[in-house]
């Protein structure tokens, strides 16, 4: 009997010890709006074709059952964010390999002024796909999403596409621009004295940039090229910065914009730079 008693005395304690303010009272309220939010989904999910997310199995190819996905979702951000960090350890290592110099001719100047570019830009993506790995890990751990889908991509694009999008995009971007930064040291360091070898080792690294875009190309699910997805992540991020009343975070604050302004001006002095060059080789 006193065993029976004991959680109604405790139950009893509780409501006496909230009516008096001792222990907070449960706020229903609260809970029910969290509940109807995480029902609702992501305002960034607009951005995704309705097709990729109602898509069905294959008939006799892909049968999925709905399962809690957090796991894999995880463990995909985790494994983009390694290979990601990597890649920025190696850049920056390359960023100032190549020192500028006054007496370098305009085409040197030129070529140089394009590696360090190309390689900043490969070190800011990469880096980028890191931090937005480390945030989407966090928000999962938080489970402040709807879990249940047949697969972790679709997960994913339903309830976190910003962060997706954003590993993503800059990830393979800076691959890439990791890529092309090579091929532009190769023909500046080989061209003068060794022309034929120049080529030959811009043509490879040309091609394997070409063939990596292809490869991707070929195999995608969700999105029909890498302009497309780099088109859906642009549009994810006005969306995320307009809206002043998202469903999930804050609003976006003045430091978004203050990134979009420096990231402006970044490109409209690159653009002087490089046209001074341009018009000094050609004028020589």
Request: charged content about 15%; some cysteine.
């Amino acid at each position: 009997i006193a065993h029976q008693a004991m959680p109604t005395s405790l139950v009893f304690c509780a409501v006496l010890l909230a009516s008096q303010g001792v222990i907070p009272k449960p706020n229903l309220s609260k809970l029910l709006k969290k509940k109807v939010e995480l029902q609702k989904g992501a305002d960034e999910v607009a951005v995704i074709p309705e097709t990729v997310m109602q898509s069905a199995d294959v008939p006799g190819v892909t049968v999925r059952d709905e399962e809690d996905q957090t796991r894999f979702a995880i463990e995909y951000f985790a494994s983009e964010r390694v290979p990601a960090a990597l890649i920025a350890g190696a850049v920056l290592g390359l960023m100032f390999a190549y020192p500028l110099q006054d007496a370098d001719s305009p085409r040197l100047a030129l070529m140089k002024r394009v590696y360090m570019v190309l390689t900043t830009a490969a070190f800011s993506h990469t880096m980028l796909s890191v931090f937005a790995a480390s945030l989407a890990i966090v928000r999962l751990l938080g489970h402040a999403h709807e879990p249940i889908a047949k697969d972790p991509l679709l997960m994913m694009l339903r309830e976190v596409p910003l962060y997706f999008l954003a590993v993503r995009t800059h990830y393979l971007t800076g691959v890439l621009t990791f890529t092309l930064a090579l091929a532009v040291r190769m023909w500046t360091e080989y061209s003068t004295g060794h022309p034929h070898f120049a080529r030959a080792m811009l043509c490879l690294m040309i091609g394997t940039l070409f063939f990596m875009i292809s490869m991707y190309n070929i195999t995608l699910i969700h999105f029909k090229s890498f302009v497309h997805l780099w088109t859906s992540y642009v549009r994810c991020i006005v969306m995320r910065v307009t809206n002043r009343n998202p469903k999930y975070g804050k609003p976006a604050g003045p430091i978004a914009f203050i990134a979009f302004a420096f990231t402006a001006l970044a490109l409209w002095e690159l653009f002087f730079v490089m046209k001074f060059f341009v018009v000094d080789i050609l004028d020589g």
